[in-house]
């Protein structure tokens, strides 16, 4: 399958200021969030093969950087099934939506993952992702995810309000 938002396309490094300018703008309506400098925006997002996948859209007239999704891969061994070896899974990471309805985002950034042979993709959710996980037909998983952070002193946060993805 294609996607289908108009100038989506992987992240370059000539993408980190907008990318960084995108980050900071969405993520500044939670409690709790992180502000990357450049260099941290480089290190964390910037696409590296095994790693971490990092997309943007580009506006095809003006090419400005309009919305960025993200996922890393975690692999994981499978252990005794005589075809697979291992369990590619993508993990959404960072995704922001102002141009397209972050639904439409996440759908692209599926259809690469699938396109890419990965063969589960996660999402938490966390900030805005409740918007797109019924819809693309995410299962609900079995357990809960729970942060806990040395030497913050922070009150109770409800997923929705954490901009946030620990690793």
């Known amino acids: 399958p294609e996607t289908k938002t108009p100038g989506f396309r992987p992240m370059t490094e000539a993408d980190i200021p907008a990318v960084m300018k995108l980050m900071h703008e969405y993520l500044a309506k939670f409690n709790l969030w992180v502000e990357w400098d450049e260099e941290e925006t480089r290190h964390w997002l910037l696409p590296r093969e095994g790693v971490v996948y990092s997309f943007v859209v580009e506006n095809p007239e003006t090419h400005a950087v309009t919305d960025m999704c993200s996922f ?39 259809i690469t993952a699938k396109n890419m042979d990965m063969d589960v993709f996660n999402a938490l959710d966390l900030m805005e992702n409740e918007s797109f996980l019924t819809k693309l037909k995410f299962g ?17 946060i409800p997923s929705g309000k954490i901009g946030l993805v620990l690793l």
């Open 72 to 110: 890393y891969h975690l692999p994981s061994s499978i252990i005794g099934h005589a075809k697979y070896e291992t369990l590619h899974a993508a993990y959404s990471f960072y995704n922001v939506a102002t141009s397209v309805k972050l639904e439409s985002l996440v759908n692209d950034m599926l």
């Open 140 to 156: 609900i998983g079995d357990g809960t995810l729970n942060y806990y952070l040395y030497n913050w002193g922070c009150p109770e």
